[in-house]
């Protein structure tokens, strides 16, 4: 199947869920789709990781044995859509020990720069909090850094640190 030329137009939300159930049946496609996430420019790149997302979250499985070339690939990434998804993804698995630094690293740099969305922000938030519950030592780092782009955010991104805070509050 040539992704490329197929998500060059927007797909409709029935055409999202027919490719999200035929690339869950076919590890090879999801991996050129992940490619093409990770690799492609916009608008395609994101279109691509949006439903690369949609099959991990249907089918847990077939991202399983690309977490570490995920984690490895982000920080190269020039399509945020994608990354907003990526991080998305990555929020539900468990990240192998030795990727941990390299992504709480990207995550706190996402978290602190303007460059960054909200919807990205949140879920690089998100993964390191996840962190914080294998490693409290990053709690106090987290809940400041949260507290520091409070002011500078949407009103979304303060809820989710609010309860991110309170959570950790007790930790």
Request: with cysteine; hydrophobic share 45%; aromatic share 8%.
């Given at each position: ?8 137009t927007?797909p409709?939300?029935?055409e999202?869920d ?17 490619d093409l ?9 994101w279109?691509?990781?949006w439903?690369v997302d ?7 499985e077939?991202?399983d ?7 490895r690939r982000l ?9 907003r ?17 390299i992504?709480?690293d990207?995550?706190?740099?996402i978290?602190v ?16 909090y996840?962190?914080?519950l294998l490693?409290?030592?990053?709690k106090?780092e987290?809940?400041?850094v949260?507290?520091?782009q409070?002011?500078n955010?949407?009103?979304g ?10 959570q950790?509050?007790?930790?």
């Amino acid at each position: 199947m040539n992704f490329g030329s197929l998500l060059e137009t927007f797909p409709s939300r029935i055409e999202v869920d027919l490719l999200i159930n035929e690339i869950g049946a076919s590890r090879e496609q999801f991996n050129s789709l992940l490619d093409l996430a990770l690799d492609g420019k916009d608008p395609v790149a994101w279109r691509a990781a949006w439903i690369v997302d949609g099959v991990a979250e249907k089918h847990p499985e077939m991202a399983d044995s690309y977490i570490t070339s995920i984690v490895r690939r982000l920080p190269g990434l020039k399509s945020k859509g994608a990354l907003r998804s990526m991080l998305r993804l990555l929020c539900r698995y468990e990240i192998p020990e030795e990727e941990q630094g390299i992504l709480i690293d990207l995550c706190f740099g996402i978290l602190v720069s303007e460059l960054y969305p909200v919807a990205v922000k949140v879920h690089a938030m998100q993964i390191i909090y996840n962190h914080v519950l294998l490693y409290p030592e990053l709690k106090e780092e987290l809940i400041t850094v949260i507290e520091d782009q409070m002011n500078n955010n949407s009103v979304g991104f303060s809820s989710r640190a609010r309860r991110l805070i309170r959570q950790m509050e007790k930790l």
